[in-house]
């Protein structure tokens, strides 16, 4: 790894220019204008702004002069920058070589993939030559890990880094050494009289390395929910995806063990998680139909053709016998409802009528015998679990779109809910006993873990309340929307964001410990396998495979 400043004697006049234009436009105090931190609101000291400078077509000029005095020996290559600050950059470092008739071409990488037409996260046409990434500041080294996360997800390293200040922060050095990438820049905050307090902490190497990578090229960019979650089952992880297919992987190498491609199941294909127990995995299907499969071949056991549509997830009470699963219908008046079917059959059992149609799942409460599902009639309610009989309704403002948590031991549930709130309820009851407002829809389900509960939001939070106390205890910015449900993992609450990025997070102290950047948003749990190994699917339904690297 380098981090270094570029030595180019031949263009210090106009270095010294550009320095002169940012020290007079771009560098803004906060003893002249209010000026507000991202992270907290509160007051910043000092802020670089650099879009007056790539606004002027001079100074561009002269930076991709620097740029091109500094790596024409390098060529061949492509440039490659991150939405949108980089754009300029990048596209004057382009013109520029064309003028000298450098043969270069440019990518620009999205901070979300586009959601319609090509669905592309990369745009521009990847041709082998390496790549250097050009952007304008390098702080903590995120937007970095975006983007070199999204090159290698199409077999790329990007080669080195251009950029005009380099912070030198502690996170930035940090991940220049864990990526061994060059990082080559104009200037340091020390050449203009500032800089940054980095972290005391001690830096600890991630306990976690990617195992392999399966992608399923099934994937759709126009929806950015929850989607069929991977479930790891002996050895096996099962998933479904948009276009309609149950994929079956070996837990260690990520190969094919089976796939079932469903029929007539529209444009969202299969957003149902799979069931699996013992020797079987149940899952709906966008074309209406429940299905069970044999676990280690694939085999149709069973199918019950229920509905016009079910996007619900089921779950299995095998000491009853009964798979339990919400149904969506073309009816005018009842569109929805929740069905016990029997685990060996398929037959139905019993019931519930809704009158919306039935996106959310269900949750068995062992001790009150009863399933409690959240549904798009603006309610939770609770059910006898083998008979269907009523037992209570808690309303909500909005809809609840996916499954509750129990905490058998207290007796409590709790769901999110698309009225932006958090609920906690006595489960036997119904009677509310805390409500968190968040300042985002939620849609995502909560995790109980040793007396406190782990939330997320679409404001871009986590929240965590002590249940004991039923009282709030944190709010955890993760700087995208959260609607991925929390898992816990060796001590630590694993979730991710749509911003891809999945954060490992203390149980007690609330610190983030380590972070892994994907490709894609990921809006699902993860599967936790066995020693310490876990799979994350994206919503582009790829898998990633992770095992622990070492114990810290």
């Known amino acids: 790894m380098l981090d270094n400043k570029v ?28 000026l507000i931190g991202r992270s907290d609101g509160g007051a910043l000291k000092w802020l670089i702004d650099l879009r007056p400078l790539f606004l002027n077509p001079k100074m561009l000029e002269a930076i991709a002069n620097v740029f091109w005095e500094t790596n024409r020996t390098k060529l061949p290559f492509q440039v490659a920058g991150l939405e949108v600050a980089a754009i300029p950059l990048l596209t004057a470092i382009l013109m520029q070589g064309a003028k000298n008739s450098y043969d270069v071409s440019g990518l620009i990488i999205r901070k979300e993939r586009k959601r319609y037409g090509r669905g592309r996260v990369i745009e521009g046409e990847l041709n082998g030559n390496p790549i250097i990434v050009v952007d304008d500041i390098f702080n903590s080294g995120a937007s970095m890990r975006k983007v070199f996360s999204i090159l290698a997800a199409e077999g790329y390293h990007a080669s080195s880094v251009f950029v005009l200040i380099d912070y030198r922060s502690s996170s930035g050095l940090r ?26 902490k001690k830096y600890v190497k991630s306990a976690y390395k990617k195992a392999w990578s399966f992608r399923s090229n099934d994937g759709s960019p126009f929806s950015m929910v929850p989607k069929s979650a991977p479930v790891y089952s002996q050895g096996m992880v099962v998933f479904g995806t948009d276009k309609g297919t149950v994929i079956c992987l070996d837990s260690s190498s990520g190969t094919i063990r089976w796939k079932v491609s469903l029929p007539n199941t529209g444009r969202k294909g ?129 809809s609840v779109k996916y499954a509750p948590s129990i905490d058998n031991e207290r007796g409590l549930v709790a769901f999110a809910s698309y009225d932006k709130s958090i609920y906690v309820l006595d489960a036997s009851t119904g009677v509310k006993r805390l409500e968190v407002q968040t300042d985002g829809l939620c849609y995502t389900s909560p995790l109980f873990s040793d007396g406190r509960l782990f939330c997320g939001s679409g404001d871009r939070r986590l929240y965590v309340v002590d249940v004991d106390n039923m ?66 699917t994206t919503y582009m339904n790829d898998i990633h495979a992770f095992d622990l690297a070492e114990v810290k």
């Open 7 to 34: 030595d180019c004697p031949e263009a210090g006049a106009v270095i010294q220019n550009i320095h002169d234009f940012i020290e007079a436009t771009c560098i803004i105090r906060g003893d002249e204008e209010r």
């Open 175 to 200: 991940w220049t050494e864990e990526n061994e990438v060059e990082i080559s820049s104009i200037y340091t905050l020390s050449d203009f009289g500032m800089s940054i307090e980095n972290s005391s």
């Open 270 to 398: 299969i957003w149902s998680s799979a069931c699996v127990h013992g020797e079987y995995v149940y899952i709906g299907a966008y074309n209406g139909n429940v299905y069970c499969f044999e676990l280690r071949t694939g085999n149709e056991v069973w199918v019950n053709y229920a509905c016009e549509w079910i996007g619900s997830s089921p779950i299995c009470v095998p000491q009853l016998g009964l798979v339990y699963i919400g149904f969506e219908y073309e009816h005018p008046r009842t569109k929805g409802g929740i069905a016990a079917l029997d685990m060996r059959t398929g037959t139905k059992r019993w019931e519930f009528p809704l009158s919306q149609y039935q996106h959310g799942s269900s949750i068995f409460f062992a001790s009150g015998n009863a399933i409690i599902t959240g549904t798009n009639d603006h309610n939770v309610i609770s059910l006898d679990a083998e008979s269907g009989a009523h037992k209570w309704t808690f309303e909500t403002k909005r």
């Open 471 to 536: 009282r709030p205890i944190g709010r955890l910015d993760l700087k995208a929307r959260v609607y991925a449900s929390p898992r816990r993992l060796g001590g630590q609450i694993v979730v991710g964001t749509t911003g891809g990025v999945l954060y490992f997070i203390d149980e007690k102290s609330l610190d983030v410990i380590d972070q892994i950047q994907l490709p894609d948003a990921i809006t699902n749990a993860i599967a936790i396998g066995e020693h310490g190994s876990f799979y994350v």
